[in-house]
């Protein structure tokens, strides 16, 4: 089970939430990411506000003791956003990826209903990942980050989220939910 702070350790692999000291490691590794591949890069006081007010529902991923990889999101009543998920080039194949969206799911599973996504068309890898959680395509939002941007939005529905955490529950990585008192009646009366 996973607890705010101290999230994961697995033979090497850290995945924590964010604060305030991991502010040079994103911006850093948004370049090792992003800039390098001539994409764009998160700003300063972006940055800032996911490490300093929004760590509950944002991840870094060390292994060995290096950042190699992070998820920014943000909850809203009943919805999350999952607006970025990244891993260093060295670490891309590995379980990193996993272990972000397995602390992504865990720190939500009992705050929202649903979950979005965002995603270029030719990014497989992320709409592969996104797919594997329950994600359906919804359409496609033109415009989006500059005038010649065009996003993937993908959605985790209720009915998709409700399976994801019951899947998370069988691998024993949820708690399972206490059954309905409805449900508990019905039982007794039938025996
Ligand atoms: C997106 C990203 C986080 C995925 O992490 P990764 O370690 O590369 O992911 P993997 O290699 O484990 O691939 C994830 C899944 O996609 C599948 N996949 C990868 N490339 C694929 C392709 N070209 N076509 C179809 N599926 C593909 C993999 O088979 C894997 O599925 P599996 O676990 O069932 O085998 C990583 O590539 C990255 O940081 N990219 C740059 C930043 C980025 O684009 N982030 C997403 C938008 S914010």
Redesign the pocket.
Known sequence: MFDRDQIASVSGYIVKNLEPSDFADLMHLEEE??GA?GESTLGPYYVRLCCDFFGQHCFLCLHDGKPV?YLLSFVREREAYC?????VPE????R???LLLRAFVSSIADRVDSCWFT??ED????R??HA?LGATEMGVRTGFYGPDDERIVSKIDAVAFAKLRSRYERLGLLERRSRPAAVAVSYEATV
Do not use: D
């Open positions: 990411v992003f591949e990889g607006t970025t998920l990244a891993v670490f891309q194949g590995t990193t990826v996993h995603v270029k990014n497989k890898a992320a592969a990942l594997s």
